[in-house]
Nanobody, 124 residues
């Protein structure tokens, strides 16, 4: 089992920044690719960013490219999502997820463990 705990969400004005953290425990963190997903009310949960086991390969959905940065620290068992230039449309519950693979996926069903989520609200 892997336990994931997100933190860092909150209310921010448009144009502001937040840094989300996801602390993992339970298994060897570097065995897992990690993803950040978000879900707005009435919408599906979609990938925002993903990172492979080493941090050497990353993915971003087009809507966040140039604004968000995913990173990981395997020594601290933590993955981060730095979010800059936030927009009201970024408002959602954000989840981190772990996939038992060296490579990330874009698909929720291919992740094995999920955190409880952290709310991000961007006011206009």
């Amino acid at each position: 089992q892997v336990q994931l705990v997100e933190s860092g969400g909150g209310l921010v004005q448009a144009g502001g920044s937040l840094r989300l953290s996801c602390a993992a425990s339970g298994r060897t963190f570097s065995n897992y690719a990690m993803g950040w997903f978000r879900q707005a009310p009435g919408k599906e949960r979609d990938v925002v960013a993903a990172i492979n086991w080493s941090g050497g390969s990353t993915y971003y959905v087009d809507s966040v490219k140039g604004r968000f940065t995913i990173s990981r620290d395997n020594a601290k068992n933590t993955v981060y999502l730095q979010m800059n230039s936030l927009k009201p449309e970024d408002t959602a519950q954000y989840y981190c997820a772990a996939r038992y693979s060296s490579r990330f996926s874009f698909y929720t069903e291919q992740y094995d463990y999920w955190g409880q989520g952290t709310q991000v609200t961007v006011a206009s």
